[in-house]
């Protein structure tokens, strides 16, 4: 928040002594730009610190150019925006620097939306580009340089950097995930376009921000209703409260410019708790921001609340029915992620070397595995319920892996020892074994019997029991010595034991 506001006061003052605009048409592009760039996670090399931060000026610039044409050309603005959002997709399959890149077009799309629906469509967009890419510019250089100096004043680690997608087999037929994921987006967003300006007019963006949030990110189709669901109720959530906000504060005051930096803040906080608190408040501060552009949320509340639905409904179902990607394939993929950061970490600890990135890269890989396998969760429990039984899935591999979260933090706050090898050999075995899980898992180095390393090869051999489920069409029981005792995902503060 220290970068955003940053941001925003730059933003304020280019657009008072040099544009000579209102400030909030600088300044409110400023916000979402800082917002969402602090969220990209930090730690690349110079060069492509340098690349991310021209290609933001460069979206920042065009974002406005964008942004006039939906407002004046809506099929000529909308086949543009539908390009760059699955070309953005679509381009992650060519590595980690890539990706990084492309997670910088979402950000600059959901500006282009604001700046259609907002007093910045009306303006001549050439002089405005210039000064929005430098509003871009400055805003990488906020938050990059509040991380920096976080980063010294704490001594913590920032982020680690995404991992390189795995190249994917030659002997794989049909199109990628990330390819899947990319034409689903154009067909969602394509859909919502349509559908946008032929119910809704003028105020289209809402139907279009709706699919466009509920198709980025989920992988599989549990992932993408869970979430479809979280995030539509939360962005309903989100245009009531905003409603609530402008009918006892002034939309065009101060006083909402303040409201909205809470509401961003808040809406941060409560992300680690579920996402539809985190929906709940960008669409509340997206509301917000157009109320201040003059578009009052109590009179399109209820245009609003149907444009948010139907645009979660198109993604949802397109992202079920077309090409879907099988959560079993997604979880099978972030197994072996998570494998791979938790033999860097071991690996890390056997050289004598700092521990804090590899530790952060494994809670990043084991919270994308959580994702995974949370919609498989709620099914489990419902089956429960009702008493009926369910055999392994890879979901249930996902769950017994996760399992060993608790331990590794363990692991990591203790001293390396001797049996730690060991583990390692079992982890190379494992990572084999989810590469081609019809063969048979050789015999697994015998588990250690002091803790923490012992919880950590008790979870693995229940991860190992759970293997065969990633081979197609196999779905084994249980054995009784395998099941997990507890489906539950481990938080990495709890508490175990350092010794037997």
Known sequence: MVAVLGSFFTAV?????????????LGVPAVIFAFTVSRRPGGEPVPQKVMAAVALSVLAGASVWLGAQMAVHPVIGGAVFVALMAGSIWTRRFGAAVTRLGALVPLALIAALLSAGSATG????????????????????????????????TGLPGSPLAQAPAKRSARRAGLSPRSRMALQMAVALTAAFSLGHLIFGEHWQWCVISAMVVSLGPVGRGDLALKGV??????????????????????????????????????????????????????????MFYGYFGQSPEHLLLIRLQALVLGAVLAVVVGWFLVPVRTGDAVRARLGATLAALASLLDARRDGASTAKALAAFDAAATNLNASARSHRLYRRATRRLGAGHRITPA??????????????ALAASEPGPREGATAETVRLLRRAVSAPTDTLPELPEPAVTAPLAYLDAALRRFAAAIPALAKGRHPRWPAAARPSSPRFPPPDRHWPTSG
């Open 122 to 153: 009306h303006l001549a967009w050439w002089p405005i580009c210039g000064w929005m890419a430098l509003v871009g510019f400055s805003a990488f250089v906020w938050v990059r340089v509040v991380r920096l100096v976080a980063e010294k004043l």
């Open 13 to 25: 003052e280019i657009a008072r002594l040099a544009a000579g605009y209102p400030g909030a048409v």
């Open 396 to 409: 249930d591999a996902g769950e017994a892996l996760l399992a060993a979260r608790g331990p590794v933090h």
């Open 230 to 287: 979280e995030r539509g109720l939360g962005a309903m959530a989100g245009t009531l409260v905003a409603a609530l906000i402008a009918a006892v504060a002034e939309p065009h005051g101060t006083t909402s410019i303040v409201l909205i930096f809470v509401v961003l803040a808040v809406a941060t906080t409560l992300r680690t708790y579920n996402y539809a608190f985190y929906a709940a408040g960008i669409t509340t501060a997206l509301s």
